[in-house]
């Protein structure tokens, strides 16, 4: 492709889809197992799902990776870090996917109309495959899907998005991001030079100690006809 050629990247959750807390149902379902085989709770149900919302972030944010957020989650819970539990957490996540995952409104008909204007498309979502590349799928897209455990950054890293770069084939002046949190996705976007698309689907204030993204709109399906394709 040549430096000419529009790219379009994608977040995931709240992008083209809602996933519905799917890794939190998994380790509370995991939880279950783990409490049959002789563990404990750590408190009432409100407390595992801080500790798992902690655990997760942790993990998204590159400090270890989903195996390790499982066997740190049976360690304190007083098991054993058996692989087994890994298995069977990845086995529920990726199963829960067609149940849990919604895709937004317009977004196989957002997919279909980009290229059928010769723009390139990829996703770039803060997570794990092959969970991630699973979501995107149920959403209806079926191309590139770069997820930051395999990349070893993550959104907002400007490494995030230059791997973003180098599948579309684009320049960063011709590709734009489309994501819905103001700083992984917007600021991470403008300060790997990229433009910027701030998805609002719901009616949310943008925070205004972070700079405007170059474009806003309320539905996936209006980033088809803004986006202007050089002769």
């Known amino acids: 492709m040549s430096n000419e050629t529009i790219g379009v990247g994608f977040d995931i959750d709240h992008t ?6 799917l890794e939190r149902v998994a380790f ?3 939880l279950e197992q783990i409490v049959d085989d002789g563990g404990r709770m750590l408190g009432n149900l409100n407390d595992e ?5 902690e655990l997760l972030a942790a993990q998204r944010s590159g400090v270890f990776t989903i195996g390790e ?11 054993a870090p058996s692989d087994a539990y890994v298995a069977r957490f990845t086995e529920m996540a990726l199963d829960m996917v067609a149940e849990f995952v919604i895709p937004l409104p317009g977004a196989r008909q957002t997919f279909a109309g980009l290229r059928a204007r010769g723009i390139a498309i990829a996703v770039l979502s803060n997570g794990w495959n092959p969970l991630q590349i699973r979501k995107a799928r149920r959403a209806g897209f079926d191309g590139p899907v770069l997820a930051s455990a395999d990349l070893g ?7 995030a998005f230059a791997a973003l770069l180098d599948v579309l084939g684009t320049a960063p002046g011709n590709t734009w991001y489309v994501g819905d949190d103001p700083l992984c996705d917007i600021e991470g976007a403008r300060a790997a030079g990229l433009r910027s698309v701030w998805l609002d689907a719901e009616g949310r204030q943008y925070p205004s100690e972070i700079a405007a993204p170059t474009l806003a709109i309320h539905s ?3 980033i ?6 050089p002769c």
């Open 28 to 30: 509370l379902r995991l």
């Open 49 to 53: 799902i801080a500790h798992v919302d």
């Open 69 to 79: 957020a499982v066997r740190r989650f049976a360690v304190d819970r007083g098991v």
């Open 220 to 222: 996936l399906e209006a």
């Open 224 to 229: 088809v006809g803004a986006l202007e394709v």
């Open 153 to 159: 950054v993550q959104k907002p890293h400007c490494g």
């Open 16 to 21: 083209i889809a809602i996933d519905n807390k």
